[in-house]
């Protein structure tokens, strides 16, 4: 049995990219794999990147009325500066303290949203991963009154000391109490991830708020729109297949020789998946699908695909999820049977970017694919 994922709009070979699929796949690897589909751990993960075969405007759309020189909020998140002013337009200044003071899984899950990943070496992601872990243990049965705390980096150094591991005495040498240790790593990059969110948290009143979202939703709608039409002008025949469906078959392919599959899908890649699975390769047997963010079901109404099955006979099981803050995601058990809808609510400001990057929908898909399986 093996993991494949498969991409969404605007993914394009470089650091950037390697970066965020390294710390999606220590996510995958610390839950999904660890405790959703355990004899699937250690197991490596497949990312075809059908990305570079896609809409050669996916650098930057020139036409798009946008800023350029506008601050980004995240390495590689849009910008969002002005929503974040209209969402609060007093600038607090502590965001993420009154989140915590509600729900503290959501004060992690924007943490993490915000992490700017430019920069981090192989050994910074582990540890990011690594403790994401931990926050997401440690949430549900914490030992912090987030009332008590009014400072967002003073959280932050809470959170990361109260789930840092405990550090082992020298072998003969007695310990005066136990003491944490800190990732280094996962701190620094959290505190500038606050750092980053209260900079921005300062802006233009509320009549550049449509400006705004422009800013937010432009480049990636003209992404999927161009992506999409690309993918539908070359996806071939199943006697001749496009690129980008040869290249997500032969990874589906290469795994599918160590077992049955369990395949994610986001975005775009959700609709090339079904695609490949229903008419493609029927033959390929899936264990669970997950679709996140997709617009299968939308797709579908529009008939725009060729063959038309429901959940494809050679898919066991399929969980669909949906954030109704996403903009580009869509249900999909209303009209292709056999799928199971779940609603996710990232809370953030763009959606569609922040599922994988969040401990809590990395946790709770794990329970809900485990739930499935047994």
Known sequence: MALVFVHGIGNRDGRAYANKVALRDALFQRFLLARGVPELAGSEIRNPLWGELGTAVGWSPATLPIDRNSERLGGDDPVVADLVAVADPGGSGMPLVQAARIDLHGAVDLLYSLLDLRG????????????????????????????????????????????????????GVEA??????????????????????RRSNVG?????????????????VSLLIGDVLVYLASRGSPERPGEVVSLVVRDLEEASREGPLIVVAHSMGGNIVYDVLSYFRPDLEVDTLVTVGTQVGFFEELGMFPARAGRPANVRRWINVVDRGDLLSYTAAPVLDGVIDYEFPTDALWAHGAYFRQPTFHARLAARVREARS
């Open 204 to 220: 233009p009143p509320v009549r550049h708020a449509a400006a705004a979202l422009r800013r937010l939703i432009g480049r990636p």
């Open 120 to 171: 981090r070496d192989d050994a910074e992601i582990e540890e990011l991963a690594d403790q994401a872990v931990a926050l997401a243990d440690w949430c549900e049965h914490p030992d912090l009154d987030a009332t008590t705390v009014d400072d967002d980096r003073e959280l932050v150094e809470l959170l990361v000391r109260r789930t840092a591991p405990v550090a082992v005495p020298a072998p």
């Open 176 to 197: 005066l109490g136990a003491r944490r240790r800190m990732r280094v790593a996962a701190h620094a990059a959290l505190i500038a991830a606050v750092d980053r969110y």
